[in-house]
């Protein structure tokens, strides 16, 4: 686990060892820390409503209960090798470069994409890897200028893991500079759910 520890930064994991000394307070502040808080249902993203349209294969899913990811040396080492693949070979183009329209979300199997390509690339290659679909989310943030961006969370026993193509550390969702607006449910991935970001302003000023 040394190498989650030093990706996740000291604070979180403190804040980990903390909660398992048995303090009902420390476990509190835990709790807050390493898992967002989840709002009320919001509107899938249209780019996500266009992507199942057209790959209804990919959408067409049951509902299941949700489920965390249980963290093991072997499972952070296959997250931080799929991260780092799909960054290293998926060369960033916009949308309206690629397919000429404002907006389109799809798989990057031409080898280019943008940021909510390059998170459909990393769930489907961590579930064809055995990883529960429940646990790896499309979520949308907003960096510091206001701009809407794509990030993949994924839920584990030990928090919130963030996949992002605009850093190469896969860091944990408070560590991050992004401010959180929505995500896919755990249950239903058809189903996006609102997210609270407890974090001052000053916390998510952009490192980018």
Avoid at 120 to 145: F, H
Avoid at 172 to 192: G, L
Avoid at 194 to 200: A, E, N, W
Wanted: one cysteine or more; glycine letters at 6%; aromatic letters at 8%.
């Amino acid at each position: 686990m040394q190498n989650y520890k030093k990706h996740v930064g000291a604070g979180v994991v403190a804040a980990v060892i903390l909660a398992a000394l048995g303090s009902p307070a420390a476990q509190a502040a835990n709790e807050r820390l390493i898992f967002i808080a989840l709002g009320a249902n919001s509107r899938a993203p249209i780019g996500w409503t266009e992507f199942c349209a057209e790959n209804r294969r990919e959408c067409n899913t049951q509902p299941m209960e949700a489920r965390d990811v249980v963290l093991t040396p072997t499972a952070w080492r296959d997250l931080v090798r799929i991260n780092r693949w799909v960054n290293t070979n998926i060369k960033p183009i916009t949308d309206m470069e690629h397919w000429g329209v404002v907006e389109r979300w799809n798989f990057p199997d031409d080898g280019y994409g943008d940021c909510e390509d390059y998170v459909l690339l990393k769930r489907r290659m961590l579930i064809k890897a055995g990883w529960p679909r429940q646990a790896l989310l499309v979520t949308v943030v907003r960096d510091n200028r206001g701009d809407g961006h794509a990030v993949l969370t994924v839920k584990t026993n030990k928090g919130e893991l963030v996949l992002d193509n605009q850093n190469e550390e896969i860091l944990h969702w408070s560590e991050t500079s992004y401010r959180f607006v929505k995500r896919q449910s755990q249950s239903d991935p058809n189903i996006w759910v609102s997210l609270g970001d407890p974090r001052p302003a000053a916390a998510t000023a952009t490192s980018r």
